[in-house]
């Protein structure tokens, strides 16, 4: 289960070691989790036509976080409740189907917390960050409106701000 951590003295979040990567590859969902629950970390698994950069995944890391110190969280845990931002959606439900990978797609995007050697090729799976990069069209499938002159990431990063308003 995941905890969130608090410096002493000040209240602040302290953010767990996460990495964020694309990578590709044969193994299927259950044994990608099963791999880096056994290395002693959490994984969140996506979708990565519904992740528009690592900002986009990061910043629902952190309000996911302060949702929790806040007492405002929907879920039980950080983990999903980083997935309701990162999809921002208001229902755990739909949040979950929005963002976890299709069946029998062989990409994926990873949130890797706690892991310091990720070995990937253990389970034969390789990196492909530039699964991760932001378009517009990655943003319509999150259901985020594009207005001229902002970009793709500063509207998503919007939109997951958003659901801290949504959730009142």
Same mark, same amino acid.
């Given at each position: ?41 959490? &994984? ?19 309000? $996911? ?20 931002? $990162? ?27 706690? &892991? ?17 990069? $932001? ?16 970009? &793709? ?16």
């Amino acid at each position: 289960m995941y905890g969130v951590q608090l410096e002493k003295n000040t209240g602040l979040i302290q953010m767990r070691n996460v990495k964020i990567i694309g990578m590709s590859g044969d193994t299927d969902y259950d044994s990608i989790l099963n791999h880096f629950i056994g290395l002693g970390g959490d &994984v969140i698994l996506l979708d990565p036509d519904m992740v528009c950069g690592k900002g986009h995944l990061v910043s629902a890391v952190m309000h $996911a976080e302060r949702a929790f110190k806040n007492g405002t969280n929907r879920s039980k845990n950080v983990l999903t409740e980083t997935i309701l931002y $990162a999809a921002g959606e208001r229902q755990i439900s739909k949040a979950l189907e929005k963002m976890r990978p299709k069946k029998g797609r062989k990409e994926m995007a990873a949130m890797i917390f706690d &892991v310091n050697d990720i070995l990937l090729d253990k389970i034969g799976m390789e990196r492909h960050d530039e699964l991760l990069n $932001a378009s517009e069209e990655k943003a319509r499938n999150l259901g985020v409106e594009m207005y001229e002159g902002v970009s &793709v990431e500063d509207a998503v990063l919007e939109h997951v701000a958003l659901l801290d308003l949504m959730k009142q």
